[in-house]
Nanobody, 115 residues
């Protein structure tokens, strides 16, 4: 399993970013995909998750209405569109999937929201 995130960066409050996660080494379309984040000094937390077949989604309360998770099974890629970003969204964002009995993680991509 390999997960490679991209798209992070520095953005001003109120701005937008789109994160991408390219997956390989497993049958991507068959698995739920998730985005997590970890801010300095805090525990890693679930941000959003998308199911494999129906594409149903759920979100942390802190990002509802601002973030959108989506997937392109033809490209083996999951996305996180982040709008109306706040300083509290500053964190390393990780793509994740449970394949077999093991949770796999990408290397993470840094998102910094600051003026």
């Amino acid at each position: 399993v390999q997960l490679v995130e991209s798209g992070g960066g520095l953005v001003q409050p109120g701005g937008s970013l789109r994160l991408s996660c390219a997956a390989s080494g497993f049958t991507f379309s068959s698995y739920f995909m998730s985005w997590y984040r970890q801010a300095p000094g805090k525990e890693r937390e679930l941000v959003a998750r998308i199911t494999s077949v129906s594409g149903s989604t759920n979100y942390a309360d802190s990002v509802k209405g601002r973030f959108t998770i989506s997937r392109d099974n033809a490209k083996n890629t999951v996305y996180l569109q982040m709008n109306s970003l706040k300083p509290d969204d500053t964190a390393v964002y990780y793509c994740s999937a449970v394949v077999g009995r093991e949770r796999s993680w990408g290397q993470g991509t840094q998102v910094t929201v600051s003026s």
